[in-house]
């Protein structure tokens, strides 16, 4: 049975940084590409980032480019998303997500549709 679980949100004062994890299971071949969304309350779920299964090539939205930065361990079967300089406006629950198909470049945005499978998320809050 394939989970995604999130780990690592909580309260951070603006300027700071958190470290988020998505640890994958059930899923023995690492050869899929990995995704963060976020939904703010009253909000679409919007992409923050993706990276491809090989973790060469990675993809963000222009709202995080250059403060955050995704990356995977496919030995431990895991995805990260360091997030530094962060703004109130972050404040969020994030999502990793799983595309099982390993033919992403990192060349493009991924949309909520094209994601196979989904973690429950995580709430970030950035005070001001």
């Known amino acids: 049975q394939v989970q995604l679980v999130e780990s690592g949100g909580g309260l951070v004062q603006a300027g700071g940084s958190l470290r988020l994890s998505c640890a994958v299971s059930?899923?023995?071949?690492?050869?899929?590409?990995m995704g963060w969304f976020r939904q703010a309350p009253g909000a679409e779920r919007d992409f923050v980032a993706a990276?491809?299964?090989?973790?060469?090539?990675?993809y963000y939205s222009e709202s995080v480019k250059g403060r955050f930065t995704i990356s995977r361990d496919n030995l431990e079967n895991t995805a990260d998303l360091q997030m530094s300089s962060l703004k109130p406006e972050d404040t969020a629950t994030y999502y990793c997500?799983?595309?099982?198909?390993?033919?992403?470049?990192?060349?493009?945005?991924?949309?909520?549709?094209?994601?196979?499978?989904w973690g429950r998320g995580t709430r970030v809050i950035v005070s001001s």
């Open positions: 059930g899923r023995p071949d690492r050869r899929y590409t």
């Open positions: 990276i491809a299964w090989h973790g060469l090539s990675a």
């Open positions: 997500a799983a595309d099982w198909s390993p033919y992403y470049n990192g060349t493009r945005p991924l949309t909520t549709e094209e994601m196979d499978f």
